[in-house]
């Protein structure tokens, strides 16, 4: 089993709609979360971090449940811009980072 | 502008070369990491640093070597690089690890 699962997707949308992407971590020391969007194998670029309480920015919600070490990312209102493939990290404090395999957003017009 | 920057960005070498890929932050930042993509398997990471003359394995670290000398520089040193070893690297870095990461552009490389 691997320590990051995502939702392998595709996922194709129509633009307006709300999507949402989860992720699960097995590691009991996974101290830090985030959200990355990577498009057409160029870097990865940081999304977003993920807190407990719930963080916000714009149309993109992320949660984090500790007790169920689970992550999740909200989209709403579809843009074709969104398009890309979203990744989950865990982070332990001692410098470990492990990805999630990605998970493919198309958004159609 | 602050970013990561890693060279080259495009690599064919042979088998058995030795081979450095740079690694070069202008953010001060006190973590660094190196990671392979290759299809299907997503990011894995290959070494990381959290402070100079600090290195630590990370899931893949066999027939790679690193070092961090000084704060910006980690490089990503393949002593005799073989085709299993073709694959997109990337550079990033933190301020620490509890901080969203900077990446650099990448490096493909191809051994044959």
């Known amino acids: 089993r691997k320590e990051v699962e995502q939702d392998p997707g595709p996922f194709n949308v129509p633009e307006g709609a709300t999507v949402a992407f989860n992720c699960t971590y097995s590691?009991?020391?996974?101290?830090?979360f985030f959200w990355y969007r990577q498009d057409c194998r160029k870097e990865p670029k940081l999304l977003m971090s993920?807190?407990?309480s719930g963080n916000e920015d714009g149309r993109f919600t992320a949660q984090l449940n500790r007790a169920s070490q689970y992550i999740s990312l909200l989209i709403r209102d579809s843009k074709l811009s969104d398009s890309a493939t979203y990744l989950c990290?865990?982070?332990?404090?001692?410098?470990?980072?492990?990805f999630g395999d990605g998970t493919t957003l198309t958004v159609k017009p | 502008e602050a970013q990561v920057t890693q060279n080259p960005r495009y690599l064919i070498t042979v088998t058995g070369k030795k081979l450095t890929v740079t690694c070069s932050q202008n953010?001060?930042?006190?973590?660094m990491s190196w990671y392979r993509q290759d299809p299907g398997l997503g990011l894995r990471q290959i070494y990381y640093?959290?402070?100079?003359?600090?290195?630590d394995k990370g899931d893949v670290p066999e027939g790679y070597k690193v070092s961090r000398k000084e704060k910006r520089n980690f490089p990503l040193i393949l002593e005799s690089p073989s085709p299993n070893q073709t694959s997109l690297y990337f550079c990033?870095?933190?301020?620490?690890?509890?901080?969203?990461?900077?990446f650099g552009s990448g490096t493909r490389l191809t051994v044959v």
């Open positions: 640093s959290m402070n100079v003359e600090v290195t």
């Open positions: 990290v865990v982070n332990t404090n001692a410098g470990k980072s492990t």
């Open positions: 993920v807190y407990s």
């Open positions: 953010m001060n930042h006190e973590y």
């Open positions: 990033a870095s933190s301020l620490w690890t509890g901080h969203g990461y900077t």
């Open positions: 590691n009991s020391a996974s101290q830090s």
